[in-house]
């Protein structure tokens, strides 16, 4: 009699379930988390899964998905719940879970999301929350470094799978060189400068003072160790040179290939020249090109650029 019942019951249930099954959209949400918990435990139960790694095999679903669905944080779509209850034989209660189509749902949500974000943050609401969850993002990743590998490579692999071993290339076709060929040449300006001023905002400490890169550390440590004084960014007529040693030599640091950047520098360092200053330019090796017909010294190093500043000096 009890299994007549059973079976007359899941046939009511199933059939309550099937109505509208044409509508791809329908999603089941549990009435509260432990009956979420108990229905997929039943599910692992019945189906023989010895864990719920097991059971997103047998289900064939990413465990990851898995883990959304049993935690009650995702919705889960009522043709899955069909298939399941038919496959393994399961009842569930009718007033244990509720229907809605997920395409209404975010149709009405859609409406108010956007229109209560503009009333908390403004007319930029969505560069602002997107601003705080990107920087909640790299909180998060910066203090573990196993999830921030793991990330990092998930996102490789997404990215692999859309474009190929060679996805960067495709990405930048497809982004940042497509927008720099498409883009007006004066908004371009614009906001590659805008990013190159945003590059040095950060500054980095060292003896007390702040400089704009690593490499403009490294020429301060010399001179600190060397005990060679020096003025840091002193002002001469509208122009800022990095470093001046005994009021008539500069050392001008080029590190950042921006052409805009670099024309500014050799124009910066030819008034330096006019004036009668010495100039020694630290710099790397594949920038040096850039500097070869100028009358000046060139250091790649920290021993080239003792020779170029002792050899100054001396003269």
């Known amino acids: 009699m009890l299994d007549f019942i059973s079976k007359v019951l899941k046939a009511y249930i199933l059939g309550s379930l099937n109505m509208q099954m044409d509508k791809e ?19 692992k139960k019945t189906s ?22 049993t935690s009650d944080s995702r919705s889960v779509p009522k043709k899955l719940i ?23 749902f975010l149709k009405n949500t859609g409406k108010k999301g956007p229109a209560a974000a503009e009333k908390k943050y403004g007319k930029n ?19 573990n470094k196993k999830l921030y590998n793991k990330w990092r490579s998930s996102v ?19 982004g940042g060189r497509k927008f720099i060929q498409t883009v007006d040449k004066e908004i371009l300006s614009r906001q590659l400068e805008k990013g190159f001023r945003n590059s040095f905002r950060k500054r980095i400490d060292f003896n007390g003072m702040r ?9 301060a440590r010399f001179l600190v160790l060397n005990k060679i004084d020096f003025l840091y960014e002193k002002k001469i007529d509208e122009v800022y040179p990095d470093f001046i040693i005994d009021d008539n030599i500069i050392v001008e640091v080029f590190g950042f290939n921006w ?54 000096r001396r003269g």
């Open 211 to 219: 400089f704009r890169s690593k490499k403009e550390v490294e020429v």
């Open 156 to 174: 490789e692999e997404a990215l692999k799978a859309k474009y190929g071993n060679s996805f960067y290339a495709e990405m930048g076709k497809l």
């Open 48 to 69: 023989n899964s010895k864990d719920f790694r097991t059971l997103a095999k047998t289900l064939d679903i990413p465990i990851g998905r898995l883990k959304l669905y």
């Open 259 to 312: 052409k805009l950047h670099r024309e500014r520098t050799i124009k910066k360092i030819k008034s330096f020249i006019n004036k009668g200053y010495r100039i020694v330019i630290y710099t790397y090796p594949n920038l040096v090109k850039y500097f070869d017909n100028l009358p000046v010294q060139i250091a790649i190093n920290s021993d080239e650029l003792n020779e170029s500043i002792l050899g100054y």
């Open 25 to 43: 959209n329908l999603r089941i949400k549990f009435k509260n988390k432990r009956i979420c918990k108990e229905f997929f435990k039943e599910l």
């Open 125 to 143: 609401w969505a560069r602002i929350t997107g601003s705080q969850g990107n920087k909640k993002l790299r909180e998060i990743l910066s203090t």
């Open 82 to 104: 069909v298939q399941w209850l038919t496959a393994f034989d399961l009842i569930i209660n009718h007033n244990d879970y509720k229907e809605f189509d997920l395409k209404e």
